[in-house]
């Protein structure tokens, strides 16, 4: 039984840079079978795909934040990270660390999330 | 991007009664290889989403089987036969058809 464990700071100021870690236990993100993604969501709104990473190194971003987005793994560590850029406060929002089905894409198992505000 | 379209956006039951919910597609979600590409989630009060449904039809282990999933190409459903009070919380499809996947607006079930 897989658990995802996102951390990392609660707070930030516009124009910072978001860093948050995904701890994965009770499985490997070597495992060919899963791609390793985020995703958010705004305080009280829907949810937003953010995007993969492959224990191979692939990736892909939404185009919404290709441009200030990068998600990372370290298959060592058996974690995976998420960067984003230039922040602003709509980036507020819960962000969840999930595994996804490879073969058929659905997503099978999140984590608990970590809210992350963002203000001056 | 795929937009998926959820109603109703609101769904007050009764405990016992049973509950509907639709999903509607830009676009069609069927693959070629015979497989809709649509999953149906549960997030209730204060937790992450949890996976109900996949590939339109697929019970999801420890799901209910008064918990069903039904459709194809664009118009698919999610229906509850018999309302139970852990089944209050906001149901989101999504698409995973397509990069980037997208989640619908969700509907929010809720005891009468």
């Known amino acids: 039984h897989v658990q995802l464990q996102e951390s990392g700071p609660g707070l930030l100021k516009p124009s910072q840079t978001l860093s948050l870690t995904c701890n994965v236990s009770?499985?490997?993100?070597?495992?060919?079978?899963?791609?390793w993604s985020w995703i958010r969501q705004p305080p009280g709104k829907g949810l937003e795909w953010i995007g993969y990473?492959?224990?191979?190194?692939?990736?892909y971003y939404n185009p919404s934040l290709k441009s200030r987005v990068g998600i990372s793994m370290d298959t060592s560590k058996n974690q995976l990270s998420l960067k984003v850029k230039s922040v602003t406060a709509a980036d507020t929002a819960v962000y969840y660390c999930?595994?996804?089905?490879?073969?058929?894409?659905?997503?099978?198992?999140w984590g608990q999330g970590t809210l992350v505000i963002v203000s001056s | 991007d795929i937009v998926l379209t959820q109603s109703p956006l609101s769904l007050p039951v009764n405990p016992g009664e049973a509950a509907s919910m639709s999903c509607r597609a830009s676009?069609?979600?069927?693959?070629?290889?015979?497989?809709?590409?649509l999953n149906w989630y549960l997030q209730r009060p204060g937790q992450s989403p949890q996976l109900l449904i996949f590939?339109?039809?697929n019970r999801a282990s420890g799901v209910p089987d008064r918990v069903s999933g039904t459709g194809s190409g664009t118009d698919f459903t999610l229906r509850i036969s018999t309302v139970e009070a852990e089944d209050v919380g906001i149901y989101y499809c999504m698409q995973a058809l397509e990069t980037p996947k997208t989640f619908g607006q969700g509907t929010r079930v809720e005891m009468k």
């Open positions: 009770g499985d490997s993100t070597r495992s060919g079978d899963y791609y």
């Open positions: 676009q069609r979600l069927t693959h070629s290889d015979g497989y809709s590409y």
């Open positions: 999930a595994r996804e089905d490879a073969f058929s894409g659905y997503v099978e198992s």
């Open positions: 590939l339109a039809s």
């Open positions: 990473s492959y224990y191979s190194g692939g990736s």
